[in-house]
């Protein structure tokens, strides 16, 4: 439980120090909930354990979002795709948490963002039944999205779809091929930065007093007979060898939010004969990152492919094309785009526009993969993205399955079988407490020249704090008004501010410096650079705070610039395979991969 004389912002602050507290804790205490998993889903569990008055510890083997949960395609939507599927129950959740993030919840981080869906036109007059047909079609399936996102009331947090002719289309998308298109109807759904939705929420747990460590993997399940007691821990910040570096933490109630590495969870249990009974695929989306002059459009674009539906997506100055939808079985730490991937991006979306895109547009690429709950389905694409939870020992709980969108719900449902578990009446308040940064947003964006003339910044730049950070901008302009020198653009990078740096370092958790460039800020994929450019000042910046000399600086530095080479071999090796070894080429920061053989047979440490 969190001092309530502490303001939620400061008890928020996941800083140095509250590290050092937390492990202590962990060592410690015995906690109601212990959460594996620092993604969206873990966090959000964490929110929900902790608002409920539980004693609650959130832990991540790498960053916080490191894994799915920081290379999505960026939107808080129903999924449109999914009505046709007949997914009605799964497109009307979403759609109600949609509504709820920008609305309530999130409204600093999640924003209306328009799409087109095109119009295809046949030839000649013999076509007009199936143009109308398919604008009937088509209207009527987004009209049915927002009817299931409640046709009326500031709830829905979006405007309503609207019809376009061809010459509407080509006014707000001039980049549309003018040819074979009939038009288009504009809706709108939910913009995020994923990354920091998920820090938002691991932070709105520490500021309710959950215990939030990340850099620390669980190496195995303690138990008491047939029954979860806790989880042995590696602190991947300490040497190897350090006496401190492995340690058992107590829970009544273990929850694995493990996403893709869930069947890792489950092999821990293979010692007595369990069989959890779910199975989670990987599939791989990849993702390209384009500067905005590289298309004309003031919206995005839904397309349909032959096997998926491909997303053309404003963000910021950039436009961000995917996605792809293939099995992937190989290294789940450091999923690789290849070559074939980039290629058949790039074919897709140059179906539609007038001037063909190229590598040479490209600014940056990443590839993530969506935990999909296995079925018999051929194709990844056409498995279900509902949840499920499970408790395939006494005290261990594990979530999978899933959308970014309702990670509310499934940290509700999964917390709700932890709580009768545990005993007691404990409903979840999550549908009704704003994360930090949420309240006072809307009225520090309507007065924010007078907060930027008070600060004497630019309001442009109070504009770009308070998309990011909401009503926690004022943190940030607090240590510009102690070092104004914080206020200069990051090298490499102008629209962050070195302030940024230090922020993420001192209150959001970040340890590393590919922490900062790849998830507090997108600079490893919104710039041709990938970050190299930006990466000795941030490390200075992160140093400072962080008590780094100067060879731990360049070893960061070294190791960053080793990850983007290897990102960009591995984008162009021709497949899977090839892109898979290119990647693997550089170690990870914390060790991850390099100690990960010695516990594939993480069973034999439980107890």
């Not at 047939?226 to 590696?234: D, F």
């Not at 006496?243 to 890792?264: K, L, N, Q, S």
């Not at 910044?457 to 901008?473: A, K």
């Not at 340890?511 to 790849?518: A, N, P, R, S």
């Amino acid at each position: 439980m969190r001092d309530p004389h502490v303001p939620r912002s400061v008890a928020g602050q996941l800083s140095p120090s509250r590290r050092a507290v937390d492990l202590r804790r962990l060592r410690a205490e015995r906690f109601d909930v212990l959460i594996i998993g620092g993604g969206v889903t873990g966090a959000g569990a964490a929110v929900d354990a902790a608002s409920r008055g539980l004693k609650v510890a959130l832990v991540e083997a790498r960053d916080l979002a490191a894994g799915t949960s920081s290379r999505s395609s960026k939107l808080i939507h129903g999924g449109l795709r999914y009505l046709e599927q007949l997914e009605f129950g799964l497109v009307h959740e979403a759609l109600t948490e949609r509504g709820l993030l920008a609305t309530r919840l999130a409204p600093h981080l999640v924003r209306p963002v328009p799409f087109l869906v095109p119009l295809p036109a046949g030839k000649g007059l013999f076509d007009l039944p199936a143009r109308l047909f398919r604008r009937a079609y088509y209207g009527a399936g987004v009209a049915a999205y927002d009817a299931f996102a409640g046709l009326f009331g500031g709830g829905r947090g979006m405007p309503l779809h609207r019809h376009l002719s061809r010459e509407g289309a080509r006014r707000v998308f001039p980049s549309l091929r003018s040819d074979g298109l009939a038009g288009a109807i504009r809706y709108h759904d939910g913009q995020v930065d994923d990354a920091r939705l998920v820090v938002t929420l691991a932070r709105t747990a520490a500021s309710l007093g959950a215990t939030v460590v990340s850099s620390a993997r669980a190496v195995g399940l303690i138990r008491q007979a047939r029954e979860v007691t806790g989880v042995r821990l590696r602190d991947l910040e300490e040497p190897a060898g350090s006496p401190d570096a492995e340690f058992e933490v107590r829970a009544r109630t273990v929850i694995a939010a493990t996403g893709v590495w869930t069947d890792d969870m489950s092999r821990m249990l293979n010692d007595v004969g369990l069989r959890p009974g779910i199975r989670v695929r990987a599939s791989k989306g990849v993702h390209l990152v384009l500067p905005r002059s590289a298309i004309t459009g003031e919206t995005g674009l839904i397309l349909r492919t032959a096997s998926s539906v491909l997303f053309v997506i404003p963000w910021g100055g950039h436009w961000i094309i995917g996605t792809t939808d293939t099995d992937w079985r190989l290294d789940r730490s450091h999923p690789a785009a290849s070559a074939s991937d980039i290629d058949y991006l790039l074919r897709q979306v140059n179906t539609v526009l007038d001037r063909p895109l190229t590598t040479a547009d490209i600014e940056g690429v990443y590839a993530g993969l969506r935990p999909l709950l296995a079925g018999e389905a051929d194709s990844t694409s056409k498995l279900s993205r509902e949840h499920a939870v499970i408790e395939p020992m006494l005290g261990l709980l594990l979530v999978a399955g899933g959308k970014y969108t309702t990670y509310r719900v499934m940290a509700a449902d999964v917390v709700d079988r932890a709580v009768r578990r545990l005993g007691g009446q404990r409903p979840s308040r999550t549908a009704d407490l704003p994360l930090l940064g949420a309240d006072g947003y809307a009225a520090m964006w309507r007065d924010r020249a007078d907060l930027a003339r008070r600060h004497g910044v630019p309001v442009g730049v109070v504009e770009h704090l308070l998309e990011r950070y909401g009503s926690l901008t004022l943190d940030l302009l607090a240590l510009v008004d102690v070092d104004p020198l914080l206020a200069a653009p990051l090298a490499g990078a102008p629209e962050y501010l070195a302030a940024e740096v230090t922020y993420a370092a001192r209150a959001e958790g970040a340890l590393h410096l590919e922490d900062v460039l790849t998830r507090r800020t997108r600079i490893s994929i919104e710039t041709t650079h990938r970050g190299l450019e930006s990466a000795e000042h941030t490390a200075e910046l992160m140093g400072a705070v962080l008590g780094w000399d100067a060879a731990r600086q360049a070893r960061e530095v070294a190791h960053y610039r080793a990850r983007v080479q290897a990102e960009r071999q591995s984008q162009l090796m021709p497949d899977d395979a090839t892109a898979d070894a290119a990647r693997l080429g550089a170690p990870d920061v914390r060790g991850y991969a390099a100690d990960r053989g010695a516990d594939d047979g993480a069973a034999g440490l439980a107890r």
